[in-house]
């Protein structure tokens, strides 16, 4: 059973601080990587991908990747109230079609003004 | 229109109705997907489409039918359902290969009563 674990939360941060969320996977043959943002009734949107080891930054958000450890991890950076939501980790699994996703159950994010 | 589209946004039915969900994506993926979202339940993969064809039926009740005319439009036929079949649906396409994420579409919230 290819798993992804993540602390459903709620982590709370005040507005400003940095965000940490974290994310471990079970499948070692995982290459690709992917955190979705989901507001509350809303669908999933892509907000970071990384596929190598290392850090990965865009704008407030940095996605860090270490195989080896089998964890991913996304920082927020400058948190704001509208960062507010839960957040899916997504592993990619090695198979034929490079289809199939495994998704953590989330961690609620909470910015507190 | 672009991305991913799903109608209806809120559908109501009774444990003996028949409806349909459908979904288009005007993106020019290959891949088509069905979610299910339940409350406080991690995404739960329940069909794969690859070009057109069925490659993945994660042990789905038959009273959920899908039906993948071509590769841009996806449908998801209803018949029978049980009260705790309400839940978020979901509709997702992607490319194949190891580096192309999910654009979800908005999906649709189903009560069935």
Known sequence: QKEVEQN????????????????????RGSQSFFWYRQYSGKSPELIMSIYSNGD????????????????V????????????????????????????????????????? | ETGVTQTPRHLVM??????????EQHLGHNAMYWYKQSAKKPLELMFVYNFKEQTENNS???????ECPNSSHLFLHLHTLQPEDSALYLCASSQLGQGYGYTFGSGTRLTVV
Request: proline letters at 7%.
């Open chain 1, 56 to 71: 990965k930054e865009d704008g407030r958000f940095t996605a860090q990747l270490n195989k080896a450890s089998q964890y």
């Open chain 2, 14 to 23: 009774g444990m003996t109705n028949k409806k349909s969900l459908k979904c």
């Open chain 1, 73 to 113: 991890s996304l920082l927020i950076r400058d948190s704001q109230p509208s960062d507010s939501a839960t957040y899916l980790c997504a592993v990619k699994l090695l198979d034929n079609y490079g289809q199939n996703f495994v998704f953590g159950p989330g961690t609620r994010l909470s910015v507190l003004p």
């Open chain 1, 8 to 27: 459903s939360g709620p982590l709370s941060v005040p507005e400003g601080a940095i965000a940490s969320l974290n994310c471990t996977y079970s499948d």
């Open chain 2, 60 to 66: 789905v009740p038959s009273r959920f039918s899908p």
